[in-house]
DNA sequence: GCACAAAGGGAGAGCGCTCTCCGCTCCCGA
DNA sequence: TCGGGAGCGGAGAGCGCTCTCCCTTTGTGC
């Protein structure tokens, strides 16, 4: 065999590296980890002879010594829903949403070398083996993207005391790091705005109010709307579905058809209310003004695209890994959260 | 201290387990992995003593003498876009087609204890390192969303003989795996639908023209036209975009305001199609028919909901992650592929 | 009764890396 | 000139696991 059919066979380790550079595998650990002083010219020396070789360090050897893994994982937990027949993973890995959380930790871990790792979360059992997962050391820690209200993982996790993030504030108040979007500003800000425009006849779509998002979102707007003097607004519950606000919308328009703008908790369901509206002949924003939440892809896809508090998703996911990697780096036990501003993207339809 | 003090403190390892049970490393070893004959009252009793120790296995150390690393990552491959201030991954990952391949893939992996990493290639050196990475054993394997025609990726993966499987035919052909959805008999399932309808003035919006999935579209339904007896199908170019195929409908209807039928190369642009329809005043499907490729979540939140052709999404991306596996594992270098018929789903726009 | 085979279990050698010790060298002040 | 300390490199012990030997036990046929 010639000198390039064989490189394959083995790879190079530390100990190849060493012999090239002429010093020790512990010196070449120390260039590759810059770990304590070592001499200008034998850390030269040693990049050339790493350079040359290719070496590249094991990751599970490393591994299995520091007994860190290099890994985070994302755990997506949505305990407690799945019907039997429900396809894997249901509507929310279809939901943008998902992919721009992956994006923005990605951008963080990237740089730092650690590897993204995605777990699902279906039920009791896989939230067991989350945590004990990163027990055992399968994992340095958890970036959490819970789905549901009564979703166990968040407890258990702070039970364990395991590096881990949230999105979004904990149902139930606990110990535990998370990113959130101040709601209550948001919510205000789309109050604001719609009595800039002169409605009259304000009401809200809401999301479930068993989840902080929903609940706040409402109540969010609620208080601002009272500071601006509206006593009652009125509400229907649209699920955080496109379904429930369409339903939604249809209540609100036979109960209150003097409307002439609406809060909708997220931009999924104003997509739907927007075209409840129009098979009603309603034009957007003329007749009804509507504000949706999270400025998602459904917002610039939507007809008329959509006015919307934005939630800087990409950044409160980069947050999120920023935070783990510190706690898993200082492995002191703080939680601690940080709050993102939400603006108002204003476009067409309000 | 007592008993229950420091079970945290050291995990139990493959040693404590042969302890609790009274034998050696290797017969837990080889209950563990299933290999060779055990005794089966030994091998009841490995277990039990298994469960007494909360044992599970060191994935590092496992990987570091077998060589396997029991993971797999899942490659976006974006090589060759990205304008310098391009938002990290762009809107691919908003996509919610990302999502439905992660689902799919993931369902494979949990059983067989495989992780999935995540990893992006943004550019050619990002694609580079994703070859050397499955070299050096840092993931067994490699499946590969490539978005576009000239991505480097496929023919260094197919150069490297790394193991790895691509969603949809390489744009080049090359040694390498992939699924795909039978193309042209879904361009026909639409051509065919169309034509029953009783559609006289039929024409198409294509996706791009230099990837393979946007010239077989088109092609598809050229030919599966002509089966029926139509000699010529005018056809715009939507780029695979919703503003693209907004364009392109413009066009259509001004230069063959006569038509009342139109397959669109992917639901996202069919949507735009029909809102520029409805600008006109045109009703779906009354005036002209509206089919779309994908059944991706568009065609549902669209109004009316599209008729389309079912791409098995799901599917496919299990099959690929189950091809991997089994590559991996016989450690044989054959290439295969699979694909999937399509259906067309009938519901409102056609 | 013996030779041989087959089968099951144990001992031990690493996999590639980090990290603690230890020893050498060199510089500085007394 | 010499002692002491700081700085830097090397030796070597594992991390937890698998897997190859090898030994023991048991079964089988003549």
Redesign the interface.
């Known amino acids: 065999m010639t000198s390039d059919q064989t490189p394959?066979q083995r790879?190079p380790t530390l100990e190849d590296v060493a012999q090239v550079a002429g010093v020790s595998r512990a010196t070449v650990s120390r260039v590759i980890n810059n770990i304590r002083n070592v001499d200008p010219q034998l850390h030269k020396v040693v990049w050339d002879a790493v350079t040359a070789t290719g070496y590249?360090p094991?990751?599970?050897?490393r591994?299995?010594v520091t007994g860190r893994?290099g890994?985070i994982a994302?755990v997506v937990s949505e305990a407690e829903n799945r019907a039997a027949d429900d396809?894997?993973?249901g509507?929310?890995?279809?939901?943008?949403?998902?992919?721009?959380v992956?994006?923005?930790v990605?951008?963080v871990l990237?740089p730092s070398g650690v590897?993204?790792?995605?777990v699902?979360a279906g039920d009791e059992d896989a939230c067991a083996k989350v945590v004990?997962d990163v027990?055992?050391?399968?994992v340095d820690g958890v970036v959490v993207l819970s789905l549901h209200p009564h979703d166990p993982l968040p407890q258990l996790l702070a039970d364990a005391g395991v590096p881990a993030v949230l999105y979004g504030r904990p149902a139930a108040p606990m110990p535990i790091s998370y990113v959130d979007v101040a709601t209550y500003q948001g919510a205000k800000l789309a109050a604001d705005h719609l009595v800039a425009r002169g409605c009259q006849h304000v009401a809200t779509i809401s999301g479930s109010v068993d989840m902080p998002a929903g609940v706040d979102r409402l109540n969010g707007f609620r208080e601002a709307m009272a500071k601006q003097g509206v006593a009652y607004v009125p509400s229907y519950d649209g699920g955080f579905t496109?379904e429930g606000a369409e339903r939604a919308m249809e209540r609100l328009l036979t109960e209150h058809p003097e409307v002439d703008g609406v809060f909708v908790a997220s931009d999924?369901m104003a997509?739907?209310a927007m075209?409840v509206l129009?098979d009603h002949g309603k034009s957007v924003p003329d007749d009804v003004a509507v504000i949706g939440f999270d400025d998602?892809?459904?917002a610039l896809?939507s007809?008329p695209p959509l006015t919307t508090v934005r939630q800087p998703v990409?950044d409160m996911a980069a947050e999120m890994a920023r935070l783990l990697l510190t706690r898993i780096d200082s492995r002191a036990n703080r939680t601690t959260s940080v709050i993102f501003d939400p603006d108002l993207v204003q476009r067409a339809s309000a």
Chains 1, 2 share one sequence.
Do not use: I, K
Not at 58 to 61: I, L, P
Not at 135 to 138: A, K, V
């Open positions: 394959a790879l590249v094991n990751r599970a050897a591994s299995l893994t890994a994302l396809p894997f993973l509507r929310f890995f279809s939901d943008p949403f998902f992919g721009r992956v994006g923005g990605l951008s990237r590897h993204l790792a995605l699902l004990s027990r055992q050391g399968q496109q999924v997509q739907g075209m129009r998602s892809s459904a896809s007809r990409e």
